[in-house]
Nanobody, 124 residues
Framework: VQLQAYGGGLVQAGGSLRLSCQAS????????MGWFRQAPGKEREFVAAIRKNGLTYYSDSVKGRFTCSRDNAKNTVYLQMNSLKPEDTAFYYC???????????????????WGQGTQVTVSS
């Protein structure tokens, strides 16, 4: 499985961005998908996830501002980011859990494939 994330960029605080992550393969609809981010000098952290059935999860820091969705026809998962803050600045990664066991998607170890990431910079 190959994951291609795009849509990052530079935006002012309060602005919006939409990240996309397109996956290869014919069984995308069977994957649980997640978004993580890593800022310089910080550990990678969970941002959001969406199960194959559409159930979503969010970190407390983005809940109410970010929305994770998927389009199985396009093999793509999205992260709509609104009301962006400077502390949202990070490299954002998408990941796929292709296993058959239901995992806790907040943990990076749940995922077996990772994309190359895209930079999001929020200026104050």
């Amino acid at each position: 499985v190959q994951l291609q994330a795009y849509g990052g960029g530079l935006v002012q605080a309060g602005g919006s961005l939409r990240l996309s992550c397109q996956a290869s393969g014919r069984t995308f609809r069977s994957y649980d998908m997640g978004w993580f981010r890593q800022a310089p000098g910080k550990e990678r952290e969970f941002v959001a996830a969406i199960r194959k059935n559409g159930l979503t999860y969010y970190s407390d820091s983005v809940k109410g501002r970010f929305t994770c969705s998927r389009d199985n026809a396009k093999n793509t998962v999205y992260l709509q980011m609104n009301s962006l803050k400077p502390e949202d600045t990070a490299f954002y990664y998408c990941a796929a859990d292709t296993g058959t066991i239901t995992s806790t998607l907040r943990y990076a170890r749940a995922y077996d494939y990772w994309g190359q990431g895209t930079q999001v910079t929020v200026s104050s």
